[in-house]
């Protein structure tokens, strides 16, 4: 028992050394571009094995304040704090949520989520464990009429990380905003689809590797994720090869690339921003300046990778919505700070809406790299003025005709 309260002791205080340096306003890269959104990074845990309970010091830690998710090695999730109200409570009448709602994403894509889906699972892959995620999905899945989707009717389900080590630490507030965002989004962009969660015992890129083959194993037909660290010379490209669609955010710190997006075995996604307008489509579609995007400084060129400035890979491949501004609605009551109805922006939005369409339409086994995704570029959405552009790739989807 004294070895247990000096491991609390010893964790706590890091947890609150850690909290007490908080940044502020970030300069991105480019002229006149410049984030406010401020980005706080969670206590990194490491929970060596996989825990029938959520953590215990680990929920504590997130409680110190309202964190968002990262580690010591500079791992960042794609995930901005929307405009609008937070923190609105679970019996909110849905014309009062802020941020855009499943019919305004399969409108804007033109998406066939009333039909389509089945047979599909999209896995979510995150670090530690969110007790509350599967109530918290059902709270959003019944505000918009998506059906249920629980471990109970085989819809949804859970991995989790384990053992007594993990049972004490593996809870944290910062990656459950990311989880609830993930499995809100995939669900409304592909309500017939499954949902497998797959919770990596440790946010370092290794474990959370290991969770998407876990999550793969397990019948995932996609894998999202909404995370990044910057490229090093260390990079194993291959070890991304995972055998269906491996969709990763771009990053939301400008115009440069980021790995694990720049690897060739995976689709890098960009954020756009949407408005609507009086067109045919109904909403014009314009890059977010924030978003990641650029050319790779380690991975060679692929072979279906046209000519377009850059000698390596060049990141993103497609894009989709992800401006803060006014972000989509998201519940998640597991925060300490302003829980339940909040708004979200940042490429850990575009991912799983590019995974959820790639579910919808149902060619995981032809989209095992992006080489597709350039072929059909002229069934893509026009981003902006048209054409490729290293953020906003070939475009976003169109219906699912590109996928």
Not at 11 to 16: I, P, R
Not at 163 to 173: H, I, K, M, P, V
Request: net charge neutral.
């Amino acid at each position: 028992m004294n070895l247990m309260r000096s491991l609390a002791a010893i964790t706590v205080a890091a947890g609150l050394a850690a909290c007490a340096a908080t940044p502020g306003t970030t300069a991105l890269p480019g002229p006149g571009l410049a984030r406010t959104d401020t980005t706080l990074r969670a206590v990194p845990i490491y929970s060596p094995s996989p825990s029938p309970a959520p953590g215990l010091l680990g929920g504590l830690l997130g409680a110190v304040a309202g964190l968002t998710c990262g580690i010591t090695a500079g791992l960042t999730c794609h995930i901005v704090a929307g405009v609008g109200p937070q923190g609105l409570p679970a019996g909110t009448p849905v014309s009062k949520l802020p941020g855009l709602h499943p019919a305004d994403l399969q409108s804007a894509y033109a998406l066939p989520s009333a039909s389509a889906g089945t047979g599909q699972t999209i896995g979510i892959v995150v670090a530690y464990d969110d007790p509350s995620l599967e109530a918290d999905l059902a709270v959003y899945r019944a505000a918009f009429g998506l059906g249920a989707c629980t471990s109970a009717n085989g819809c949804f389900k859970k991995v989790k990380p384990g053992g007594l080590l993990a049972a004490l630490l593996s809870g944290n507030q910062g990656w459950g905003q990311e989880a609830s965002l993930d499995v809100d989004i995939a669900s409304a962009v592909c309500p017939k689809c499954k949902i497998l969660v797959v919770e990596a015992s440790s946010d370092a890129p290794s474990a959370l590797l290991a969770a998407a083959k876990t999550a793969v194993a397990d019948g995932a037909t996609v894998v999202s994720n909404s995370y990044s660290v910057a490229e090093t010379r260390s990079e194993n490209d291959a070890s991304y090869a995972i055998g269906v669609p491996f969709v990763f955010g771009a990053g939301d710190a400008g115009p440069h690339a980021e790995w694990p997006a720049a690897s060739s075995h995976v689709i890098a996604v960009g954020g756009t921003s949407l408005a609507r307008d009086g067109s045919a489509r109904g909403w014009s579609e314009t890059v977010w300046a924030p978003s990641g995007g650029g050319c790779s400084a380690y991975v060679p060129k692929p072979a279906w990778q046209p000519a377009d400035g850059c000698t390596t890979r060049t990141m993103n491949d497609v894009s989709a919505f992800a401006d803060p501004n006014p972000g989509v609605a998201v519940y998640d009551s597991y925060l300490s700070s302003k829980p339940g109805w909040r708004t979200y922006g940042g490429t850990s939005v575009a991912a799983p809406i590019v995974a959820g369409a790639i579910a919808l339409a149902g060619n995981g086994s032809s989209l095992t790299t992006a080489a597709p995704l350039y072929a059909n570029a002229a069934s893509l959405n026009r981003v902006g003025a048209g054409g490729y552009a290293p953020q906003a790739g070939n475009g976003s989807p169109k219906g699912i005709a590109g996928l």
